[in-house]
């Protein structure tokens, strides 16, 4: 969602706020803004857009001061505009704030305010926090007793930083992230470990209710009641540093490239955290799958191999539906939740209420540090390293990769997984050879309206996933569909401008899909099938390598569609690292 960050210590805290917002982006990046505190007054300079053009046009870099706040916002209430970019001020400048999360209360307590005569000068619910501070600041001439009191009045889920005249920096948290940084420069205070990680690795990952107050002195950590609580200091993987772009253009394009090794290395680590995953699953009455978006698409595949293989019967629940559909989850069930960031709000609350019933919570994370993984009973993590772009991309092919470890485990090797893993990752490198062709291909979709992707079985998800990409990256229109569901309705969409992809490896569903691409081609539309055999039926082709084990096919195959949706961005002048009105870590319900 959006990205918070204060810092206080030796450095001119400006680039240090720009260096650490450019690298938390991916949380959001409608607008930027920074607050400097320099001789008792606070400067404040913020604009619509992403941080390097904010910067060029304002010169953030250039501000005065060893302490401040920034914010990078991905918006939730108001529109993308400079007056809703944080900070924000209260009425005066003398306490600014920046904000992550939903204040669901805040017309009351604008009301309330406004009778108090507090003016607002945004149309954002985050402005509230400032006008609350600024209020219990008058009242108790205390920043640790105004911090109590606002935290108080505040519903919803939040995350914040603020910035008070005399220097003090102050922060808490509710069901959104809010990490301090030791570093021997200085503290830093931040929505994620990347805000600090070039400068230290040494985290302290806040509990809900915290407050963190550092003043001219000292850190100290309150809890809601005000007194002084202790939280454990934890060493973070200076490997999160990495995140550059290297030789490639994009991040997206980079992580695309990263998944051969990534797999390669996948779960070796994990060996006797995965036995525990199967006990438990082996174990347990009822077995639950979830998560959002990409990682749902995951799932589902995860639902057809565990019962294809190793005859554990699952069930899928999107997440963001799952507290509609608790029938049949009890404390003999198991949910397994998966999730890239560890953060995904949806997740959380579906965690949440099988946690309620008694279900035991496995998940699988990049992020160890997440607040998934803290609310899991065990946990195994991808270890993909930071993802960036916002489209998924390596994390898929890893949380992939490790299911099928899981359900190979699980049924003795019967999946054939392990046996095959190093002619997989021959296969990726194989398959990401064919990066020119298809970016001739994007080429050729450049004016496309409908893309349709067909699937059938372990390849439907995939299907979804392809039509995700592209709708993501490059913001046309694009739908995966089970191949044998097009003469139930779709089919009827089909005309000469229709492109359908039809994803085919050489096996059990192939000649069904064949059949497919027919009915379709009759309507007129262009057909690409992805295949490793070609058919006179495609206009296009786009060939994947050969692999004995057909199971796996899915890990292969979703590689083509990540380049091609990848160059459709591209020819289409987007920027695949940032597409519009989408957020890396979707914090909120
Ligand atoms: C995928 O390309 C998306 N950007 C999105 O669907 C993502 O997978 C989803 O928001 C879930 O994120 P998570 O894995 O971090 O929970």
Not at 54 to 79: C, E, F, P, Q, Y
Not at 204 to 226: A, E, M, P
Not at 474 to 482: K, L, P, T
Not at 535 to 555: G, L, M, R, S, T
Request: with cysteine; hydrophobic share 40%.
């Amino acid at each position: 969602m959006c990205s918070i960050i204060g810092y206080k210590g030796q450095l001119i805290v400006a680039p240090v706020l720009v260096d650490s917002l450019k690298r938390m982006e991916y949380r959001g990046y409608d607008s930027v803004g920074i607050a400097t505190i320099n001789n008792g007054k606070i400067l404040l300079k913020k604009g619509v857009g992403k941080v390097v053009d904010v910067n060029k046009n304002l010169d953030l870099s250039s501000m005065d001061g060893h302490i401040g706040i920034g914010h990078t916002r991905w918006a939730t209430h108001g529109g993308v505009t400079e007056k809703n970019a944080h900070p924000h001020y209260g009425c005066t400048d003398s306490i600014a704030i920046v904000h992550n999360g939903i204040i669901e209360n805040h017309s009351e307590l604008m009301e309330e305010l406004i009778e108090l005569g507090h003016v607002f000068k945004s149309d954002t619910d985050s402005e509230v926090i400032a006008h609350l501070l600024e209020r219990y600041y008058a009242e108790h001439k205390n920043i640790k007793s105004s911090m109590i009191e606002t935290c108080r009045r505040l519903k919803g889920y939040y995350a914040f930083v603020a910035a008070f005249e005399d220097g003090t920096i102050c922060g808490s948290r509710y069901n959104e992230p809010l990490v301090i940084g030791l570093a021997d420069t200085g503290y830093f205070i931040s929505s994620d470990i990347l805000g600090f990680i070039g400068y230290t690795d040494k985290a302290i990952f806040l509990d809900n209710r915290d407050i963190v107050v550092l003043d001219s002195k000292t850190l100290q950590i309150y809890d809601q009641d005000g007194k002084t609580v202790k939280r454990t200091l934890t060493q973070v993987a200076w490997e999160l540093a990495a995140i550059d772009k290297g030789k490639y253009a994009h991040h997206t394009l980079k992580e695309i490239h990263e998944q051969p090794s990534v797999v390669e290395k996948i779960g070796i680590q994990n060996l006797d955290k995965i036995e525990e995953f199967c006990s438990i699953l082996k174990n347990s009455k009822a077995v639950f799958l979830t998560g959002s978006g990409t990682s749902y698409h995951c799932a589902l595949i995860a639902k057809h191999i565990l019962s294809n293989f190793a005859k554990i019967h699952a069930e899928t629940v999107v997440s963001s539906e799952f507290q509609y559909t608790l029938d049949g989850i009890d404390n003999s069930s198991v949910l397994l939740a998966l999730s890239q960031s560890g953060e995904t709000a949806d997740v959380l609350q579906a965690v949440k209420a099988a946690k309620n019933v008694g279900a035991k919570i496995l998940s699988i994370v990049n992020i160890p540090t997440s607040s998934l993984a803290k609310i899991s009973d065990s946990f195994l993590t991808i270890e993909c390293g930071p993802e960036i772009g916002v489209a998924a991309t390596k994390s898929f092919t890893a949380q992939l990769s490790l299911i099928y470890m899981i359900v190979d485990t699980l049924c003795n090797g019967y999946l054939g997984f392990k046996v095959n893993k190093q002619f997989l990752v021959g296969a990726l490198r194989e398959a990401l050879d064919y990066e020119i062709e298809i970016r001739g291909i994007a080429e050729k979709l450049r004016d496309a309206r409908d893309i349709y992707v067909l699937g059938r079985s372990i390849h439907y998800p995939i299907a979804l996933e392809g039509a995700l990409k592209i709708k993501e990256l490059s913001y046309i229109h694009a739908e995966g569909i089970a191949a044998g569901e097009l003469k139930h309705g779709p089919l009827a969409l089909i005309d000469r401008n229709s492109y359908v992809i039809i994803i085919n490896p050489n096996d059990s569903t192939s000649d069904n899909n064949i059949a497919s691409a027919h009915e379709v081609k009759a309507r007129g539309a262009t057909i690409i099938g992805i295949s490793n055999t070609p058919n006179e039926v495609y206009d296009i082709f786009i060939k994947i390598p050969f692999i004995q084990c057909n199971a796996i096919y899915p890990i292969i195959e979703v590689l083509p569609l990540q380049i091609l949706a990848y160059y459709l961005s591209l020819v289409k002048n987007i920027d695949p690292d940032y597409p519009r009105n989408l957020a890396k870590s979707v914090t909120v319900k």
